[in-house]
């Protein structure tokens, strides 16, 4: 949710207003921020006609490039995820479906609500510009894709909880199509809970400071029911969630620590790969709700903290606390495309191949290719995907053939018994017969 919080009051006696969807702060009591309120709240002095309160230079500057840099950055990297995914066969898996879906999420708040917030910045401060479909649309589409996007990652972690603490169930339980009806459902149910912000978002027309009549976007939550609404959605989409997710992953890593430690080969790099898809997972969630607990925070305090001390803070700082708040509601769809470069090895290496294939086309690593090939330095064996290498010490060229065969007898043996692959020069064999393919 980012509808963007007034600071100053519609009216002192009318409670507390929440602000046009996108729009910084609300000027309605003008006076309350050029001339300060009494310790009561009262209104010291009347505004000067055609003294019009303006969003400070350094605030607007700040908002601005850091809404840009978020917004290439973000679009890049989510438009990238399914990419990746969709190119390498041995991706396309039930967790990697989910991640896929938090890209889409993440992609439409960059594209649809991110724009809004340069619109707005620029303009005279409370006055809405993009009319009124628009003032029902942006929160309505924000807050369906953030419930949406809490509603995905808890099946992230439902799913990990299958794969690792009852893996006999997982077979069933984790496959891709029931990964796609989730997402389909995570996406109904957020739409219809949220739906009730298209009443309580209202658009009208105000007297702004000039005496002009100006569009303005707001939704008062002075009544009963607009203020449950969001405090609701706070309990529902975050509070609830947040206390689900500590307990279910505290759970798995208890499982992962009392794993025994007398394992195969096969199984230490099998356990090895699931603890870092679960630690990947869980920064993701851990990012997830960093960046959005300034914002859940500060709507608190607008509903519940009485008018006088909204307005006791002054414009100024009310106004850079709802920028920074707003920056890191917007910096949870851009970070995460890099968390999984930084934490994944497939990713990294995706990105890395996808990239030089939109760079230098033809090239090297723009080419795929399967089978056997053997030199004078290293032996590599390729997987059908095409995309994970195990390279392992070669015969010199003068070795007999009879070595060379029995080599090539054995990486054979090895390639048809497991998917092999190699990042960072980790080798991270999965067995074929496994269900749980979730590796990321």
């Not at 609300?26 to 000067?48: C, E, I, R």
């Not at 709802?322 to 090895?345: D, E, F, G, K, T």
Request: proline share 5%; charged share 15%; with cysteine.
């Amino acid at each position: 949710m980012n509808l963007a919080l007034s600071a100053a009051l519609h009216n002192a006696s009318e409670g507390a207003a929440v602000g046009s969807p996108f729009l910084p702060a609300s000027f309605f009591n003008a006076t309350s921020w050029s001339a300060g309120a009494g310790a009561n709240g009262s209104v010291a002095s009347a505004p000067d006609v055609g003294d019009v309160p303006q969003v400070p230079a350094y605030i607007r500057t700040a908002s601005t490039v850091a809404c840009v840099i978020i917004m290439s950055i973000g679009v890049a990297g989510n438009a990238m995820v399914p990419a990746v995914i969709l190119r390498s066969r041995d991706m396309r898996n039930s967790t990697n479906i989910f991640l896929v879906n938090l890209s889409v999420a993440d992609l439409l708040v960059l594209l649809v609500c991110t724009p809004t917030v340069l619109v707005e910045v620029h303009s005279r401060p409370e006055v809405w510009l993009l009319g009124e479909t628009m003032c029902k649309a942006v929160p309505f589409v924000e807050l369906t894709v953030a419930h949406a996007s809490v509603l995905t990652i808890l099946a992230i972690s439902f799913e990990r909880y299958y794969a690792i603490c009852e893996p006999l169930r997982a077979g069933y339980v984790c496959t891709k199509a029931r990964a796609l009806l989730i997402c389909l459902l995570a996406w109904a149910l957020a739409a219809l809970l949220t739906s009730p912000v298209i009443l309580v978002a209202e658009y009208g027309t105000e007297e702004y400071f000039d005496g002009s009549m100006v569009p303005v976007c707001f939704s008062m939550v002075d009544s009963f029911w607009p203020a449950f609404f969001f405090l609701a959605t706070i309990a529902v989409f975050f509070l609830v969630p947040l206390i689900i997710l500590v307990v279910l992953y505290g759970v798995i890593a208890r499982h992962l620590m009392a794993n025994p430690r007398i394992m195969s080969v096969h199984q230490q790099l099998h356990y090895r790969y699931r603890k870092q898809v679960v630690l990947m997972l869980g920064t993701v969630v851990a990012a997830f709700f960093v960046c959005l607990l300034p914002f859940r925070a500060f709507t608190l305090w607008i509903i519940a903290a009485p008018p006088e001390t909204v307005v006791s803070i002054g414009y100024e700082n009310h106004y850079g606390l709802l920028c920074l708040c707003r920056v890191m509601h917007y910096l949870n769809s851009a970070v995460n495309p890099i968390l999984y470069n930084l934490m994944s090895s497939k990713f990294r290496d995706g990105f890395s191949r996808l990239c030089c294939r939109c760079g230098c086309a033809g090239g090297p690593l723009g080419r795929r290719g399967t089978g056997l090939s053997s030199s004078a330095t290293a032996t590599t064996v390729r997987s059908s995907a095409g995309d994970s290498l195990w390279r392992r010490p070669g015969r010199a060229s003068s070795s007999s053939s009879r070595s060379r065969r029995a080599e090539r007898r054995l990486l054979h043996h090895i390639a048809r018994e497991c998917s092999v692959s190699v990042h960072n020069g980790v080798c991270a064999v999965k067995a074929g017969r496994s269900k749980d393919v979730s590796y990321l």
